[in-house]
């Protein structure tokens, strides 16, 4: 495994990139102006954040789209009602419709402790997109920051609006770390990924020796959870077509076989 990291960690090792976009099409132009400088600050406080614990040397792209649906200003306060989506390239979307939080331009945001109803809905999606990514990195690699989602979602029970939406996210967090499904999906998507890597630099063994406990993992599970569907959120662990295409080039008809009758609704992929 200390070969994989290795290539793995210096393969992936880049800046944290984050792209943020507030849609605010349904606030008035006032509070559009007003929120004017808030995706930069947001992308800026990602960038700052210490998400990455040693020895990992790895950072990854992620977009985080805001969707601002209703406002609320008094003397003291600006509120916002919103949703948000974070999203991974290769297929995994965080959608989260129950979200409130107030926002003023005179106090600076900050992650972790204290708890912001802002930032803490952030904190808690980044941590759980950072687990799936790591993950790729070693198998269930990605534990300790599933763990820290879920204490963000613990963390929040001091929350006035506790009620939009904590328990559910609570129950997600807890359950992509420790339901055995899951981990069996987790550690197959690494293995997917080495075998792609290693058919990459013609290394046909080590290419084999990973494709095939990818889909000793994958064979233990139901195909349609390979693709999971959650409330709004959906997570790829494995892109099955991608996966046949690798069988395939590795010329690993047996397998190839077993998944004709594992995925009935796909097969045509498999032949």
Request: glycine letters at 4%.
């Amino acid at each position: 495994m200390g070969l994989i990291w290795t290539i793995f960690s210096s393969l992936y090792a880049q800046h944290l990139q984050p792209v943020v976009t507030l849609h605010t099409d349904r606030l008035p132009e006032e509070e559009k102006q007003y929120l004017s400088g808030l995706a930069g600050q947001l992308e800026r406080l990602i960038r700052a954040a210490n998400w990455v614990e040693k020895p990992y040397n790895y950072q990854f792209s992620l977009k985080i789209d805001i969707f601002f649906e209703k406002w609320t200003r008094t003397a003291l306060q600006r509120r916002y009602t919103a949703g948000i989506l974070v999203a991974l390239k290769d297929g995994v979307q965080f959608r989260d419709r129950r979200w409130e939080f107030p926002y003023s331009q005179d106090e600076p945001l900050n992650f972790s402790d204290p708890y912001h109803p802002l930032t803490g809905l952030i904190e808690f999606y980044n941590y759980l997109a950072l687990a799936r990514e790591i993950d790729l990195l070693a198998p269930l690699s990605g534990d300790s920051y599933g763990q820290k989602a879920y204490f963000i979602s613990q963390s929040s029970r001091s929350e006035a609006l506790y009620a939009l939406g904590w328990d559910a996210r609570r129950e997600l967090a807890d359950y992509l770390n420790r339901d055995s499904t899951i981990t069996s999906l987790r550690q197959a998507a690494f293995y997917a990924r080495a075998g792609y890597y290693y058919l990459d630099k013609n290394i046909q063994t080590a290419a084999e020796d990973n494709l095939c406990r990818a889909a000793e993992l994958l064979l233990q599970v139901p195909p349609q959870m390979v693709e999971l569907h959650r409330d709004d959120h959906i997570i790829r662990f494995v892109d099955i077509a991608r996966f046949a295409e690798a069988l395939k080039e590795a010329s690993l008809k047996d397998i190839l076989s077993q998944f004709e009758e594992w995925d009935v609704e796909n097969v045509e992929i498999f032949r």
